[in-house]
């Protein structure tokens, strides 16, 4: 069975960070590119940031702002996202997927890819 199990959110203060995992299980990153996406109540879900097989990285410029890095751990299945100086517009519960190629968007990453449980972020003023 394949399962994806993120881990690490909390509630922070705004400008403290946190360090968010994702932790796969019946399956290998080294084969998939993965994601990090998020979603907050009344907002559409957006995608965060994307790791390939090879490493290079993808951010969402508009969310990310500089603030956040993926990296992954072949050797331990994780794929890890360090988020400093949070703000509270970043509250949302993070989730880590393996989208399909063609589409990276929330929707085909929840449709067609897996999609782990998602991890809660609370940014306080």
């Known amino acids: 069975e394949v399962q994806l199990v993120e881990s690490g959110g909390g509630s922070v203060q705004a400008g403290g960070p946190l360090n968010l995992s994702c932790t796969a299980s019946?399956?290998?990153?080294?084969?998939?590119?993965m994601g990090w996406y998020r979603q907050a109540p009344g907002n559409e879900c957006e995608l965060v940031s994307l790791i390939s097989r090879d490493g290079s990285t993808y951010y969402a410029d508009a969310v990310v702002k500089g603030r956040f890095t993926i990296s992954q751990d072949k050797a331990k299945n994780t794929v890890n996202l360090q988020m400093t100086t949070l703000e509270p517009e970043d509250t949302a519960v993070y989730h880590c997927?393996?989208?399909?190629?063609?589409?990276?968007?929330?929707?085909?990453?929840?449709?067609?890819?897996?999609w782990g449980q998602g991890t809660q972020v609370t940014v306080s003023s």
């Open positions: 997927a393996d989208p399909p190629p063609a589409d990276r968007g929330c929707i085909a990453a929840k449709q067609f890819g897996y």
């Open positions: 019946g399956f290998t990153f080294e084969d998939r590119e």
